[in-house]
């Protein structure tokens, strides 16, 4: 009882915070791009479109690193780290006083969909691991 309540808060708080997280950041980073970055709307609307591809293609590595190497739980902690490292840098290098265009975009093309595609994979499998087979 007492891990399923356990591990049901993990797998809630980690698509909670992640799905929050993408979803922010996709629905105006084309803006973003364009009036803070000075991409033409072009390169801006590539670039915003590169961000969701990324993140629907790294979970086939964040699936095999669970499966062969870490488990489910440790690859979900260690990519929602590397997550978290990349929105906390990606803030940090978009503050208007101090923009960092080579970070903000090394955080969120590298960590954060590399994170994401660690995270993705495993949560819900990990959930169904909970639950023994006749159930």
């Given at each position: 009882d007492n891990v399923i309540l356990s591990v049901c808060i993990f797998i809630l708080f980690m698509e909670l915070v992640e799905r929050m997280c993408f979803y922010g950041l996709t629905g105006s980073l084309k803006t973003?791009?364009?009036?803070?970055?000075?991409?033409?709307?072009?390169?801006?609307?590539a670039l915003a479109?590169?961000?969701?591809?990324?993140?629907?293609?790294?979970?086939?590595?964040?699936?095999?690193?669970?499966?062969?190497?870490?488990?489910r739980y440790k690859t979900i902690f260690l990519f929602g780290?590397?997550?978290?490292?990349?929105?906390?840098?990606?803030?940090?290098?978009?503050n208007p006083n101090n923009i960092n265009k080579p970070?903000?975009?090394?955080?969120l093309y590298g960590l954060i969909s590399i994170g994401a595609g660690g995270i993705r994979p495993n949560v819900v499998s990990l959930g169904a691991d909970q639950f023994l087979e006749g159930n």
């Open positions: 973003f791009l364009f009036l803070h970055l000075d991409y033409s709307n072009f390169q801006a609307n479109s590169t961000m969701p591809a990324l993140v629907y293609m790294t979970p086939l590595l964040g699936g095999f690193i669970a499966d062969t190497m870490w488990g780290m590397v997550y978290l490292a990349g929105a906390v840098l990606m803030t940090y290098s978009s970070l903000f975009m090394f955080s």
